[in-house]
């Protein structure tokens, strides 16, 4: 099928991103697949290709105006889902060495079978719980960098996302555009998981208001954390 993909590419070119053909073509591939396996399993509530483009490729990839992503830095995306921003992601800096973690298995199947179709390389589905997968040293702290868009509060998140992260490198949450007494109230979570709050970038694609909270590692996280399954979103710190 023929898609307009003018503009797509005009959001990117706003951020200095331009794609090959190749690359195009592998957007154009993932959404079909996106698509088609929606029809049996619960991936995404937008379907329309347009909001699609804007509301999960931009967004995902609009990550490169906080971070910068043309260097192989080890990137694990938490609670990935359909694979955002994940996937496009590594589509459009394929230097990324990338880790999709979900706790649900089918949409790994789903995203092997993408990584897989896409031809991509250096990116790994890994299935479990945050709070498991955290204390297992091949992922503790072996991340330059963690990103998620996960819909949890921002307390919540630091205790899944920041024992992943190495000293120095960094977990960065996407989140809607009035963030601020959000991360306030999280402020005190974040030292304790030996994190400090670098940045809150504000940014809009087209109508929507997004951010991106900007978390340094700045000590190691205590053995204690994440506290065991279901802790973290039940009882924040």
Do not use: W
Request: aromatic share 10%.
């Amino acid at each position: 099928m023929e898609y307009n993909t003018d503009h797509f590419l005009s959001m990117l070119a706003k951020m200095n991103i331009s794609l090959s053909d190749k690359q195009l073509q592998q957007f154009m591939t993932y959404y079909e697949m996106l698509i088609e396996k929606n029809k049996v399993m619960n991936l995404t509530a937008i379907t329309d290709f347009d909001e699609v483009v804007e509301k999960h490729f931009v967004d995902s990839v609009s990550l490169i105006q906080v971070v910068d992503l043309h260097h192989p830095l080890k990137v694990i995306d938490l609670g990935t889902g359909a694979g955002f921003p994940g996937i496009p992601l590594k589509i459009v800096f394929p230097e990324l060495n990338v880790v999709l973690a979900d706790s649900l298995n089918k949409r790994l199947v789903f995203l092997n079978e993408v990584i897989d179709a896409l031809g991509l390389t250096e990116i790994y589905t890994v299935h479990g719980r945050a709070e498991d997968l955290a204390r297992m040293p091949e992922y503790r702290e072996q991340f330059d960098l963690c990103v998620s868009r996960a819909v949890a509060n921002l307390s919540t998140l630091a205790e899944y996302c920041l024992p992943f992260v190495r000293l120095g490198g960094k977990f960065i949450s996407y989140k809607s555009g009035e963030c601020e007494n959000e991360v306030a109230a999280a402020k005190s979570a974040i030292f304790l998981l030996g994190g400090k709050v670098e940045d809150v970038y504000k940014f809009s694609i087209g109508e929507a208001q997004r951010a991106f909270i900007s978390l340094t590692k700045a000590n190691g996280t205590s053995k204690k954390y994440p506290r065991k399954a279901g802790m973290p979103s039940k009882n924040p710190l």
